[in-house]
């Protein structure tokens, strides 16, 4: 079952903008993940926030997570055509490492 | 690139048949986890091995099953194949206990079940 819950399922957007995708979960967690997938091949980690964090940066991603909520969003800014891809957020309950995956949002950004 | 591997890359097996899957995990990794991902869907959780054993479980059937090897590399065997068996099967490594709980992904088997 999926635990997680990307919003909105699809994106496009212009080079230049910024583009956010929020994700819902249900159950207690240890961790939250943001991966991305280019063309349904191997995932790669972007970013991991633990759920005594409520804010962190990468390079151009934002995430933030509200536990009160049950939601994180990623931020994606000044996007490139390089950046079109899947987006994915996925909890870790237990801080095993043992991942629930939601969804998934596409993110289409045009030059 | 992650330094995970997996083979083959695409497979294509008749229903009722059994295939298996090979990962090689990343230097220094002791734990590998094994998803199932159908299209259009985000990654499904099926099992976790670490140094050896199963170390944890998704919503899979008992024919769905895994070994660990002493190198840390790993195989996902599936028995009886269904057509709903079709998907990409990713594996991901990595270092319990490195406090940082990064996977890092395969590029994946395409298993397509006629």
């Known amino acids: 079952s999926q635990q997680g819950e990307e919003d909105p399922q699809a994106l496009s957007i212009q080079e230049g903008e910024n583009a956010t995708m929020n994700c819902s979960y249900k159950?207690?967690?240890?961790?939250l993940q943001w991966y991305r997938q280019n063309s349904g091949r191997g995932l790669v980690h972007l970013i991991l926030?633990?759920?005594?964090?409520r804010e962190k940066h990468s390079g151009r991603l934002r995430v933030t997570l509200d536990t009160s909520k049950k939601s994180s969003s990623l931020l994606i800014t000044a996007s490139r055509a390089a950046d079109t891809a899947s987006y994915f957020c996925a909890t870790d309950p237990s801080g095993y490492s043992t991942l629930t995956f939601g969804k998934g949002t596409m993110l289409l950004v045009s030059p | 690139e992650t330094g995970v591997t997996q083979s083959p890359t695409h497979l294509i097996k008749t229903r009722g048949q059994q295939v298996t899957l090979r990962c090689s995990s990343q230097s220094g990794h002791n734990t590998v986890s094994w998803y199932q991902q159908a299209l259009g869907q985000g990654p499904q959780f099926i099992f976790q091995?670490?140094?050896?054993?199963?170390?944890g479980r998704g919503n899979f059937p008992p024919r769905f099953s895994g070994l660990q090897f002493p190198n840390y590399s790993s195989e996902l065997n599936v028995n009886a194949l269904e057509l709903d068996d079709s998907a990409l099967y990713l594996c991901a490594s990595s270092q319990s206990g490195a406090g940082n709980n990064e996977q890092f992904f395969g590029p994946g088997t395409r298993l397509t079940v006629l």
């Open positions: 159950t207690s967690i240890n961790n």
């Open positions: 926030i633990r759920s005594n964090e």
């Open positions: 091995y670490y140094r050896e054993e199963e170390n």
